[in-house]
């Protein structure tokens, strides 16, 4: 079937090179009156409104934003769907706030029909917000990840995820075994990986929560499929580093107890590395594996301040993706993700540049994920998922507005200083407008 050609018209932005800092005009394209085509669910054309509007078919159906911007949609590369009722619980760091509320929490999802109604809020929220394309931590259950995968491939989003394996240090209603996390991540593997958009994460919770049997056998799924991610926590809280060294005697630090099983590389996904050692950080430099960046959860969870400037300014560099990581994350918003990962650097004596924090979650997590090729710029070929952003979503926003003067960069700071997801006007999904904001959002949850 082919699907009607189909235009978003407004100002166009799209990185081409990864910001060395701000002012760096030609690390992207701005196209201040643009029209995207879409056709088949991809980006068909783009460039000026004056060149690409004369040669459209009649009839095309255009949707016009003329003063908002229009970016890739959003990636973020750490979030958990079983976390919705967890986000915002008082007065816990790591290890306290998943037996105290996380723990609890998760084991709900071991009612399939409650998974399903819970995927359905997740990803229509995350499309509230903008964000296309994300990497999901299922619970323990595999009908978690049914669930999420099964709504994903519904509403036509690109996303990975994955069951969690955790055989130890959790209440029984949370264990597996390090067989059945095997034959159940290998079952969703088998069904969903490389299923359309959907792709596969093979998850060992963290090492606290995995026998060495169960390290094993993730790391054989991650041999079996070598195209498939591997994602994990590591170095979040200096008690979980503590506890990992009591826990593996033997290993010489805590990336060490998951390069042993194979778990590194360029498909690996590592959330958090606030207190990563300089073995651990080259050794994550020499794999190409990623250090995830979840700055409101760093924060909230009072876990430390991630050190962006040391990663990504070593030789090899160690490659750098952004999240919510919702429920430890306060947001589900990547612009307030944006907006704490500015704060962060600030208290070490550094600066994210807007250009940087945008190429960040558009192309920059794009990158991070291998999946450049299908999303994260406005390029012909590209998948057409799209965010449309608002700068003047709220009064405050709207009166800074007045004081810029067609300052793009101050503009996408005001974004993600002051902005929300009532600065998401519209989220498409391969052309399609599957979000779109009207006056004051009110959606009840499931
Ligand atoms: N470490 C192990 N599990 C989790 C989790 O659910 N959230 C966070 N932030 N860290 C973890
Ligand atoms: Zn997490």
């Not at 890739?72 to 509320?101: C, E, N, R």
Request: glycine share 8%.
């Amino acid at each position: 079937m082919t699907i009607p050609t189909t235009a978003l018209r407004g100002r166009l932005l799209s990185f081409l090179a990864t910001p060395k800092g701000a002012g760096d005009a030609a690390s992207y394209r701005y196209i201040p009156d643009g029209v995207v085509v879409v056709e088949d669910g991809r980006i068909a054309r783009v460039g000026p409104a004056a060149e690409i509007l004369p040669a459209l078919p009649a009839g095309t159906a255009v949707d016009h934003y003329p003063d908002e911007l229009i970016l890739p949609g959003f990636i973020d590369a750490h979030l958990h769907f079983p976390q919705t009722q967890v986000i915002a619980s008082y007065g816990a760091q790591l290890l306290d706030w998943l037996q105290k509320y996380t723990f609890v929490s998760e084991q709900r999802y071991g009612d399939p029909a409650y998974a399903e109604r819970q995927a359905q809020w997740f990803l229509a929220e995350l499309l509230a917000n903008g964000t296309t394309t994300a990497a999901v931590y299922g619970s323990v259950h595999p009908g978690s990840a049914e669930a999420f995968f099964a709504e994903s491939e519904r509403l036509g989003t690109a996303m990975i995820a994955g069951k969690v394996m955790m055989d130890r240090n959790a209440p029984p209603g949370l264990l597996d075994t390090a067989q059945s996390s095997y034959d159940d991540s290998k079952r969703l593997l088998d069904r969903w990986h490389g299923k359309g958009r959907q792709r596969y994460a093979v998850t060992p919770r963290f090492a606290i929560t995995s026998t060495e049997a169960q390290l094993e056998a993730a790391g054989a799924l991650a041999r079996e499929f070598p195209d498939a991610y591997v994602q994990t926590h590591i170095a979040e809280n200096l008690k979980e580093v503590e506890a990992v060294r009591e826990l593996f005697p033997d290993s010489r630090d805590y990336l060490d107890v998951y390069d042993r099983y194979g778990l590194l590389g360029p498909k690996t996904l590592f959330g958090h590395c606030i207190h990563l050692e300089e073995r651990e950080r080259a050794r994550m430099a020499e794999t190409g594996s990623v250090a995830v960046f979840c700055p409101t959860s760093n924060l909230f969870i009072g876990s430390g301040l991630f050190p962006m400037q040391e990663l990504a300014r070593r030789d090899p560099p160690v490659r750098i993706a952004a999240a919510t990581d919702v429920g430890g994350g306060t947001s589900y918003s990547m612009l307030r993700t944006l907006g704490e990962g500015y704060k962060v650097q600030q208290l070490q004596g550094a600066n994210l540049s807007a250009l940087e924090a945008f190429h960040l979650v558009t192309a920059g997590n794009a990158e991070a994920l291998g999946l450049e090729q299908e999303i994260g710029t406005i390029t012909p070929g590209r998948c057409a998922d799209l965010v449309v952003l608002d700068a003047r979503a709220t009064a405050a926003m709207a009166h800074r507005m007045e004081a810029v003067e067609a300052d793009l960069e101050e503009e996408l700071f005001i974004l993600m200083t002051l902005g929300d997801d009532r600065s998401v006007k519209a989220t498409y999904i391969q052309g399609r407008r599957m979000h779109e904001r009207e006056g004051t959002r009110s959606r009840s949850p499931a």
